[in-house]
T-cell receptor
Framework: EAGVAQSPRYKIIEKRQSVAFWCNPI?????LYWYQQILGQGPKLLIQ????????DSQLPKDRFSAERLKGVDSTLKIQPAKLEDSAVYLC???????????????FGPGTRLTVL | AQTVTQSQPEMSVQEAETVTLSCTYD???????LFWYKQPPSRQMILVIR??????QNATENRFSVNFQKAAKSFSLKISDSQLGDAAMYFC??????????????FGKGTKLSVKP
């Protein structure tokens, strides 16, 4: 079974530029998450999708960050314009969670390391 | 607020010996899940072990086991017979359970484990 795929693995941009990250979850996984992991910290949830609907985006800085999950499969996370403090690893995860009772293991992708100069 | 605290920024263990990583959490919920994730330099977060709060028996997975103390809100990870491949960042994480629906995954800041040959 293929894991969660993310691209690119690395990205370097200058502040005020825009950037986009792509994630392909494990086949059949209904729920998709985007996390931001700043150096020296644990991941922090930015947004959660169930199929193609947003479940939680309370911690997403909506003035500059946006995300979509068209057709309930792949997802893109965009930052426009980028700030220095956006330098971090952006992790995508997926789970088979359907909103019903049951276990929920999140499987993570390799992440994208963003450096904003 | 729900928080996860890992008080050991770094730990070191000799190959083949045993090490214990500490984690405490703060919550007013009675139902929740606890996890330990491993993040090697490749950045891929890998689930090591999970514990359901309603289970009194401590979870084990091969060389990995936990000491779950619900009253003390403590969830430590024991790694036995440490191997060089165990060297990584280890994150403790908490997920609340709200009467049939799951909350978000909250991570600690991590403990960097080094394994000496």
């Amino acid at each position: 079974e293929a894991g969660v795929a993310q691209s690119p693995r690395y990205k370097i941009i200058e502040k005020r530029q825009s950037v986009a990250f792509w994630c392909n979850p494990i086949s059949g996984h209904a729920t998709l998450y985007w996390y931001q992991q700043i150096l020296g910290q644990g991941p922090k949830l930015l947004i959660q999708f169930q199929n193609n609907g947003v479940v939680d985006d309370s911690q997403l800085p909506k003035d500059r960050f946006s995300a979509e999950r068209l057709k309930g499969v792949d997802s893109t996370l965009k930052i426009q314009p980028a700030k220095l403090e956006d330098s971090a690893v952006y992790l995508c995860a997926s789970s088979s969670r359907t909103g019903l009772a049951g276990t929920d293991t999140q499987y993570f992708g390799p992440g994208t390391r963003l450096t904003v100069l | 607020a729900q928080t996860v605290t890992q008080s050991q920024p770094e730990m070191s263990v000799q190959e083949a010996e045993t090490v214990t990583l500490s984690c405490t959490y703060d919550t007013s919920e009675s139902d929740y899940y606890l996890f330990w994730y491993k993040q090697p330099p490749s950045r891929q977060m890998i689930l090591v072990i999970r514990q359901e709060a309603y289970k009194q028996q401590n979870a084990t997975e091969n060389r990995f086991s936990v000491n779950f103390q619900k009253a003390a809100k403590s969830f430590s990870l024991k790694i036995s017979d440490s191997q060089l491949g165990d060297a990584a960042m280890y994150f403790c994480a908490y997920m609340p359970w709200y009467g049939g629906s799951q909350g978000n995954l909250i991570f600690g800041k991590g403990t960097k484990l080094s394994v000496k040959p």
